[in-house]
């Protein structure tokens, strides 16, 4: 679909009709950028000036606080929503550094420009509520894994949201605690019989 890639891969756009997108094509200024594995594409406290989509590849969302503690928020994998919920914001800055993991194409559209979009369609303005909802939701139950659960109940909460543990580098970063730690305690859940692990991963028994 030209600059606008393939935005009906979004949930953003789902119940959005054909005619929409081609109304899309035609008006929506956009600006496809590609960037290779090890790129920086995005930099914590850095103004978050458009709506971008991430439309191939895999980035890591890190956080970086004073002393350089350095914690992997989450693992975003196309097709995804970067940073919406910052995007109008009265402080509208990337709380996170984005890193490409595997080479990423992202559409970036004018946040003044998806505004215009807001208003005129109804559909797409029910799903960006949504989805910034929806990040909030994630948000808090990140501050409340990291505040308040033991790294056991940390990572049972992983299994229910993410069904699998592929990657136990990945897990670690992810969970904020270093990888033998992570695999002891892994161990133990197995011992325990409250998780397993299959030709997937690590999953939860049923």
């Known amino acids: 679909m030209g600059c606008i890639y393939d935005m009906q891969s979004?949930?953003?756009?789902?119940g959005c009709g054909i005619e929409d997108f081609e109304a899309l094509e035609k008006?929506?200024?956009?600006?496809?950028?590609?960037?290779?594995?090890?790129?920086?594409?995005?930099?914590?406290?850095?103004k978050c000036k458009s709506l971008m989509l991430l439309c191939s590849g895999s980035l890591s969302a890190k956080m970086i606080g004073e002393?350089?503690?350095?914690i992997t928020v989450e693992v975003l994998r196309a097709p995804e929503v970067l940073a919406a919920a910052f995007m109008y914001s009265s402080d509208n800055r990337f709380p996170v550094t984005l890193y490409v993991e595997e080479e990423v194409t992202i559409c970036s559209i004018a946040k003044a420009t998806f505004l215009d979009l807001l208003h005129d369609n109804q559909t797409l303005l029910l799903n960006f509520i949504r989805h910034i909802s929806d990040?909030?939701?994630?948000?808090s139950r990140k501050f409340n894994e990291f505040a308040l659960l033991s790294l056991t109940?940390?990572?049972i909460s992983y299994l229910n949201r993410h069904k699998y543990i592929l990657n136990i580098q990945e897990a670690s970063l992810i969970l904020g605690v270093a990888r033998p730690s992570l695999s002891r305690a892994i161990t133990l859940l197995v011992d325990a019989g409250k998780i397993k692990r299959d030709k997937n991963g690590y999953c939860l028994t049923k």
Not at 27 to 46: F, H, M
């Open 10 to 14: 979004f949930s953003l756009f789902q």
């Open 153 to 155: 109940e940390r990572i």
């Open 27 to 46: 008006l929506v200024p956009c600006r496809l950028t590609s960037y290779n594995k090890g790129d920086i594409v995005a930099i914590q406290n850095e």
């Open 135 to 139: 990040r909030s939701v994630f948000l």
């Open 67 to 70: 002393e350089g503690k350095e």
